[in-house]
């Protein structure tokens, strides 16, 4: 499986951004999809996740009520609607998706997303 972001880019806070993830190779076998980020000199912590069917959605508590994940299986692509940024969002951004039969995850290159103050 091979994940690319698009979407990253500078905005000023209370702006907004849409990530995608465009999902190619053994798509069938992909399961649950989400977003991680990483800020300069922190971990890579989980944004959003959704599971195969988009039917369940979670939300890290920093972006809850800012933050859409969404996916459309039919395209292959997994999208993050950021509504209202804060400088406090920026980061690289990864998306990443968990595999069935093997269990396995992958990685996206990441996207990077400056908000400004």
């Given amino acids: 499986v091979q994940l690319v972001e698009s979407g990253g880019g500078l905005v000023q806070a209370g702006g907004s951004l849409r990530l995608s993830c465009a999902a190619s ?7 649950a ?6 800020a300069p000199g922190k971990q890579r912590d989980l944004v959003a996740r959704i ?13 809850k009520g800012r933050f859409t ?16 940024l804060k400088p406090e969002d920026t980061a690289v951004y990864y998306c990443y998706a968990i595999t069935i039969a ?16």
């Fill in 51 to 63: 599971t195969s069917s988009g039917g369940s959605t979670n939300y890290a508590d920093s972006v």
């Fill in 33 to 38: 999809m989400g977003w991680y980020r990483q």
């Fill in 25 to 31: 190779g053994i798509t069938f076998k992909i399961n």
């Fill in 69 to 84: 994940i969404s996916r459309d299986n039919a395209k292959n692509t997994m999208y993050l609607q950021m509504n209202n």
């Fill in 102 to 117: 093997p269990v396995r995850n992958y990685w996206g290159q990441g996207t990077q997303v400056t908000v400004s103050s």
